[in-house]
């Protein structure tokens, strides 16, 4: 099987427009949650998510920078993020200009959880109250999931293998593991993935808070919200925003003297088989699909430094992963580090698993590992692990593990490792 | 230049995203706005909300410069 290096990132979050104001705030311990701008989310379940902040924000983000006007006004902000966050990836990655033939070979994988609801909410609105004649023409391919890999292929003229993963909140783990796959059997050389959400809007936060999935009690200060095994935590925070990677094959990045941030090692897969929303009650598909990620990166346990958790600060899906990671590490959990970044930009569903992706090769670049914020009085099981509370630490990371876990029970975990 | 011409210009700028000094009366909306089929579809949406007029689609086939839009406006105008 032909090697899989990842040569560029792309970040939009609710802690930055880029990767490196994100990665600094999320070192610095700074929280993306305030209460919801978008719309007035008073009497909604909860009035506060993690939004990616306006372009005169002092992290903001700038759509402009890469997404023409036209497509701005006409596709959801989670096209917006994945095309813009694409763009960085592609640029830090030095392929923006790739011959025909190279371009032939390169393709996108870029994915999403839930995709286009605002605007399937505002044309619904639309519909209602005007008509069938006045629903946007482009209503449809404005909201797909796999237009955020057709609009970038557009615009970058990538005509490799065009894709886009549908797996709620494992969409981004799935995406990047799908696509060194698609390096590796040989169906191209350059793959731009991960995912995108962008979900923040008055049907999502009704739905979401109908589901019972989203913190709610913490409108007085919404930076204490997500915290992740805390005793306190009460559901996960809503973030939204985008990551992609550029994957490329080990011997052409080598030969084109690329930067190399790190090998994709381990993909591991499995679905619960027991419940929609709940995990299941012994953790046993997250373990199996971190156990395939381990094996297949024939690392052992103990080369394993950092755990990016998917550790939403739900009451029940962080003390499942956490036994299921200390069953798997067994005695190695003693020397590694785990922390949910959720805790700082909530969870970007369908974007997570991309997102956290990138936050683990920078853990691996800067060789520190990001905090786990609001983890004041962790859980009882917690004992022995070292979740790394409120502050960022300086530690060797050669090698790092990510989990995402989503609706309907399905699982995905990555092995990435230093070269 | 009259009001009508403002308000589609203004329109025009918006949807397209493009440099209103490019909106001249005779440029085509494909040729020279870099519109596509459907970006039509969405202006003629957009003259028929602002100016409360109706353009079936046979007409709107025929509107393919900013001038034949204003035309339309001012001749079929309650």
């Given amino acids: ?419 | 230049m009259s009001e009508t011409a403002d308000r589609v210009r203004k329109i025009v700028v918006e949807h397209l995203g493009v440099e209103a000094d490019k909106v001249t009366e005779d440029a085509s909306f494909i040729d020279d706005l870099g519109a596509d089929s459907l970006d039509i579809v969405e202006l003629v949406m957009a003259f028929e909300e602002e100016f409360g007029v109706e353009i079936p689609d046979e007409a709107a086939e025929k509107i393919t410069t900013v001038k034949d839009a204003i035309n339309y406006i001012d001749e079929h105008q309650g």
């Fill in chain 1, 1 to 419: 099987m032909r090697r899989v290096v990842v040569t560029g990132l792309g970040l939009v979050t609710p802690l930055g427009g880029d990767v490196e104001t994100t990665w600094k705030n999320i070192i610095a311990s700074k929280s993306g949650a305030a209460t919801i701008t978008r719309f007035d989310a008073t009497d909604f379940q909860t009035n506060y998510a993690c939004e990616v902040k306006p372009a005169d924000h002092e992290y903001g983000f700038d759509a402009g920078k890469r997404v023409d006007h036209k497509i701005q006004r006409q596709v959801d902000p989670f096209i917006v993020y994945g095309i813009d966050a694409a763009g960085q990836a592609i640029e830090d990655a030095g392929l923006t200009d790739m011959s025909e033939e190279e371009r032939f070979r390169a393709g996108c994988s870029i994915g999403a959880g839930i995709g286009g609801l605002p605007g399937i909410e505002s044309e619904s609105l639309v519909l209602e109250h005007k008509g069938p004649k006045r629903v946007s023409p482009h209503f449809v391919h404005g909201r797909l999931i796999n237009l955020i890999s057709g609009q970038v292929s557009i615009k970058y003229g990538l005509m490799g293998p065009n894709h886009a993963v549908v797996t709620a909140c494992s969409s981004g783990a799935h995406s990047i593991g799908d696509a060194a796959r698609m390096i590796a059997l040989d169906d191209a050389d350059v793959m731009l993935a991960g995912g995108a959400e962008g979900a923040i809007c008055p049907i999502g936060i009704a739905g979401f808070g109908q589901a019972r999935a989203l913190s709610g009690g913490f409108r007085d200060d919404p930076t204490r919200a997500s915290r992740p095994w805390d005793q306190g935590r009460d559901g996960f925070v809503m973030g939204e925003g985008a990551g992609v990677v550029v994957l490329e094959e080990y011997e052409r990045a080598k030969a084109r003297g690329a930067k190399i941030y790190a090998e994709v090692v381990g993909y591991g897969m499995s679905g619960d088989a027991y419940h929609v929303t709940a995990p299941h009650p012994e953790g046993s598909g997250a373990l199996r699909s971190m156990q395939m990620a381990v094996k297949k990166s024939g690392l052992n346990l103990s080369d394993i430094d950092y755990v990016n958790a998917h550790g939403t600060s739900t009451p029940m899906g962080d003390e499942l992963e956490l036994g299921a990671v200390r069953r798997l590490f067994g005695n190695d959990i003693e020397t590694m580090s785990m922390s949910s970044t959720k805790s700082a930009i909530g969870h970007l569903l369908g974007g997570a698993g991309a997102v956290e992706s990138i936050f683990c090769i920078l853990a691996m670049r800067d060789q520190i590992v990001p905090p786990t914020l609001n983890l004041d009085n962790p859980s009882e099981n917690c004992a022995g692990v070292d979740l790394v509370p409120h502050k960022a630490k300086e530690r060797k990371v050669k090698a790092i593990l990510n989990n995402s876990f989503g609706f309907g029970g399905t699982n995905a975990s990555l092995v990435m490792k230093a070269i």
